[in-house]
């Protein structure tokens, strides 16, 4: 950007691959960053003027853009955006009524309006919508009374509604929640207590409750927490004093404890952390001096240390960072300079700098004036 723009942060708020910042600030010269969201080949960000852009894999048309062509540079999606939120191959955003939309792949219902067909222009699919969050291919969303509602595929019952039958349409499924967070084939989910909830499937005892069994409606696991962020089959959360906490699968060491050895309960990873975001099998979070970390599965260089070489502990990649969001095997960070930076996989153009080549060092995106 050619002004240097100066932020205030005002409010936090992680979720899933997702993440949201409210800005309270003197009025700035023109729109800035306030979400990103990484899916498993597309990225998404939301600006103050709430406009939504995207761009990468749109095989599914999870740009919803009328079109199935991928997008190598951003495009502009719509306006009237509050919050987002990328999945597996679909998409999730919230406009400022609280309706919800969604687009892209359909297949298990993800998108939620009755359907399996995929949609490759936003449909309207409730209202009164706070917060989303999209796994690999279900939706999780919140609504105004703090309500509980999940759609999309089950067949792990991530759904939480006891059931292993896909929902085309979102399912009441709790109440009482603040937070949530999709993943593959487990979902989390704070309540107003502080309470951390957990569901889906157990295998080799990673939902964290230190017992092997598949879980089908919610169940307790922690408290204390106010920030989640579940991966595909691996998790983490933080505390109300910034302490990092993770578990589930580690085969390329995304839990970060330095081993290679699953989790079947929390382990502590670090501390002083403020945001935290979980890819397929790598994981990112934010300190609250700006620094960002990086570990895990790195194939595509998606940890942005400038290798391949997966990390079983957490290293540090950067500074001066407000925003992360972990995808598939890309990542994306928003710093406080108001740039966006983009790193790791990029075979569908999901990085935004207009090539199909990766990435093993953030690189930044800029968009259309």
């Known amino acids: 950007m050619k002004k240097k723009i100066s932020i205030t942060i005002c409010s936090v708020v992680v979720a899933g691959l997702a993440l949201i910042l409210t800005y309270g600030c003197e009025k700035e010269d023109k729109p800035i960053i306030t979400g990103i969201a990484a899916g498993y080949g597309h990225s998404l960000v939301l600006k103050s003027d709430g406009t939504l852009w995207g761009w990468g894999n749109n095989n599914s048309s999870q740009m919803g853009d009328g079109t199935s062509d991928n997008r190598s540079t951003p495009v502009k999606l719509g306006t009237g955006y509050t919050n987002l939120a990328a999945g597996g191959a679909h998409s999730l955003a919230v406009k400022s009524d609280g309706t919800l939309w969604a687009w892209g792949s359909n297949v298990d219902g993800q998108v939620g309006d009755g359907t399996i067909e995929n949609k490759n222009t936003p449909v309207q699919t409730g209202t009164d919508f706070v917060k989303i969050s999209a796994g690999y291919a279900y939706s999780m969303g919140l609504k105004t009374d703090n309500s509980l509602y999940t759609w999309g595929d089950n067949h792990f019952y991530q759904l939480g509604d006891g059931t292993m039958v896909d929902r085309t349409s979102p399912v009441k499924t709790g109440t009482d929640f603040v937070a949530i967070s999709a993943g593959g084939v487990g979902s989390l989910a704070i309540k107003t207590d502080g309470t951390l909830w957990m569901w889906g499937w157990d295998g080799e005892g990673t939902l964290g409750d230190g017992i092997d069994e598949n879980v089908t409606t919610p169940e307790q696991i922690g408290t ?16 109300e004093n910034g302490d990092l906490w993770a578990w589930g699968y580690n085969d390329y060491g995304q839990v970060g404890d330095g081993t290679f050895y699953d989790r079947d309960q929390p382990v502590q990873i670090g501390f002083d952390f403020i945001a935290i975001s979980a890819g397929w099998a790598h994981s990112m979070a934010l300190k609250s001096d700006g620094s960002l970390w990086t570990w895990g599965w790195n194939a595509s260089g998606q940890l942005g240390d400038g290798t391949t070489y997966d990390k079983i502990s957490p290293v540090q990649v950067g500074s001066g960072y407000l925003m992360i969001a972990a995808g598939g095997a890309h990542s994306m960070a928003a710093k406080s300079n108001g740039t966006l930076w983009t790193w790791g996989e990029n075979q569908g153009g999901q990085l935004g700098d207009g ?11 800029n968009f259309p004036e």
């Open 224 to 239: 204390g927490y106010v920030a989640i962020a579940a991966g595909y089959n691996h998790y983490l959360a933080l505390t």
């Open 355 to 365: 090539s199909t080549t990766d990435s093993y060092l953030p690189k930044q995106v």
